[in-house]
């Protein structure tokens, strides 16, 4: 007397409208993922598939039938996050994160406005001269109750909610004011580097060399990270928007250097200045000789190319001096400072 339907790819929903108590759903998620496990006769091969299961129960979860399924289907993610041949319930922590993440989001949507958000900027130190002549501009919310919120949940948030174009063109306008505040007060121009995520170059209005030509600094004061995913879409757009960086003389920094697909092609076909060679290397770089292997092969490789080398988060000193014998000097991390507000740079950048 159930009803079984496919939704769409690989996701199918089952209604079971009479349930004979409160272990009945997971009895029968128990069977479905147990059924679907066992092996097929494919041609004379053994074929596995496995399920993920998410329930929703009516009225407990939802009121009808199409939150009902947005309910199971915030259950499933959670049981596909957790791999094969697992099943959840919506429960009401999920809702609640759900909900959590909506107000967040609501929240993120007036933060500009508030001047709850301001650019942190992070020291990038050569080793060989003991200079500062670079940073990453890193940024930061504070939000009213919560206190700082980090970037890694708020940006894929301003993300979904589409106003990372506009964020972004305030993180680039707000560097650019501080580069020259630096160099009025310092007579010093420092290279600002600037994250650029995927979904900004899909945004409309994000025309940061027209942004940098009103500002009349010179393009060598920006370098824009960015990540391997971005390459590996090799869209048009995304390398007309390179190639206006080059023609303004902003440099591409390649951010999470060795975590993504490295695939070593797009190093040929995109004009790439800086490899960020990962924190995930560095951190290991004395204790696994595969880590220090493979940050010696990117070094090496980027010498050849005549591209330049950062390393990210440096923390200690015998990370710092493996990192020089290797021939990388250019090295961010908490061993020099953690991203500081824009005075504390100022006067970092002062003191030396
Ligand atoms: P990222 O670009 O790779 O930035 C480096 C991250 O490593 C920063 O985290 C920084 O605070 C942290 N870090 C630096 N040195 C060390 C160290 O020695 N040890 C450790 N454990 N961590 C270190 P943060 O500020 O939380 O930023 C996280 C990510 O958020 C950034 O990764 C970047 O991808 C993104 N992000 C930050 N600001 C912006 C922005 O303005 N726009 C965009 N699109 N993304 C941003
Ligand atoms: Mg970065
Ligand atoms: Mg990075």
């Not at 989001?105 to 990038?124: C, F, G, K, M, T």
């Not at 501009?137 to 506009?166: C, M, N, T, Y």
């Not at 290797?326 to 003191?351: D, H, I, K, N, T």
């Given at each position: 007397?159930d009803?079984?339907?496919?939704?769409?790819?690989?996701?199918?929903?089952?209604?079971?409208?009479?349930?004979?108590?409160?272990?009945h759903?997971?009895?029968?998620a128990?069977d479905?993922?147990?059924?679907?496990?066992?092996?097929?006769?494919?041609?004379?091969?053994?074929?596995?598939?496995?399920?993920?299961?998410?329930?929703?129960?009516?009225?407990?979860?939802?009121?009808?039938?199409?939150?009902?399924m947005?309910?199971?289907?915030?259950?499933?993610?959670?049981?596909?996050?957790?791999?094969?041949?697992?099943?959840n319930?919506?429960?009401?922590?999920?809702?609640?994160?759900?909900?959590?993440?909506?107000?967040?989001?609501?929240?993120?949507?007036?933060?500009?406005?508030?001047?709850e958000?301001?650019?942190?900027y992070?020291?990038?130190?050569?080793?060989?001269?003991?200079?500062?002549?670079?940073?990453?501009?890193?940024?930061?919310?504070?939000?009213?109750?919560?206190?700082?919120?980090?970037?890694?949940?708020?940006?894929?948030?301003?993300?979904?909610?589409?106003?990372i174009?506009?964020?972004?063109?305030?993180?680039?306008?707000?560097?650019?004011?501080?580069?020259?505040?630096?160099?009025?007060?310092?007579?010093r121009?420092v290279?600002?580097?600037?994250?650029?995520?995927?979904?900004?170059?899909?945004?409309?209005?994000?025309?940061?060399?027209?942004?940098?030509?009103?500002?009349?600094?010179?393009?060598?004061?920006?370098?824009?990270?960015?990540?391997?995913?971005?390459?590996?879409?090799?869209?048009a757009?995304?390398?007309?928007?390179l190639?206006?960086f080059?023609?303004?003389?902003?440099?591409?920094?390649?951010?999470?250097?060795?975590?993504?697909?490295?695939s070593?092609s797009?190093?040929?076909?995109?004009?790439?200045?800086y490899?960020?060679?990962?924190?995930?290397f560095?951190?290991?770089?004395?204790?696994?000789?595969?880590?220090?292997?493979?940050?010696?092969?990117?070094?090496?490789m980027?010498?050849?190319?005549?591209?330049?080398?950062?390393?990210?988060?440096?923390?200690?000193?015998?990370?710092?001096?493996?990192?020089?014998?290797?021939?990388c000097?250019?090295?961010?991390g908490?061993?020099?400072?953690?991203?500081?507000?824009?005075?504390?740079?100022?006067?970092?950048?002062?003191?030396?």
């Amino acid at each position: 007397g159930d009803t079984v339907a496919r939704l769409g790819s690989d996701e199918f929903v089952a209604i079971v409208p009479d349930l004979e108590d409160a272990t009945h759903p997971e009895r029968i998620a128990q069977d479905i993922i147990r059924e679907l496990g066992a092996p097929y006769q494919l041609d004379g091969m053994h074929v596995y598939v496995s399920a993920c299961i998410g329930i929703g129960l009516y009225p407990r979860d939802a009121p009808d039938a199409g939150t009902l399924m947005q309910q199971a289907d915030c259950a499933l993610q959670v049981s596909k996050s957790e791999g094969r041949g697992h099943f959840n319930y919506a429960t009401t922590t999920l809702q609640t994160e759900v909900r959590s993440k909506i107000a967040l989001s609501n929240d993120l949507r007036r933060a500009l406005a508030r001047q709850e958000l301001s650019v942190y900027y992070q020291p990038i130190i050569d080793v060989a001269t003991g200079r500062i002549d670079k940073a990453e501009a890193l940024l930061r919310w504070k939000h009213p109750q919560l206190g700082f919120v980090s970037p890694a949940i708020f940006i894929p948030l301003a993300e979904d909610a589409g106003i990372i174009g506009e964020i972004g063109n305030w993180v680039f306008t707000q560097a650019l004011a501080d580069i020259k505040r630096w160099q009025a007060t310092t007579n010093r121009l420092v290279q600002v580097g600037i994250n650029k995520s995927p979904a900004q170059f899909e945004s409309p209005g994000c025309d940061w060399p027209a942004l940098l030509a009103q500002s009349g600094l010179p393009g060598s004061c920006i370098s824009v990270e960015i990540t391997e995913g971005l390459l590996i879409r090799n869209s048009a757009r995304v390398k007309q928007h390179l190639l206006e960086f080059s023609a303004a003389g902003i440099d591409v920094s390649l951010d999470d250097f060795g975590t993504g697909y490295s695939s070593l092609s797009y190093l040929n076909q995109f004009h790439i200045d800086y490899l960020k060679i990962d924190r995930s290397f560095v951190s290991a770089i004395n204790s696994d000789p595969n880590s220090r292997a493979l940050t010696e092969a990117i070094v090496v490789m980027a010498q050849k190319l005549g591209i330049r080398t950062i390393a990210e988060g440096v923390e200690t000193v015998e990370q710092r001096d493996t990192l020089v014998a290797l021939g990388c000097s250019c090295q961010q991390g908490f061993l020099y400072a953690p991203a500081v507000p824009e005075q504390e740079f100022r006067a970092m950048l002062a003191a030396r």
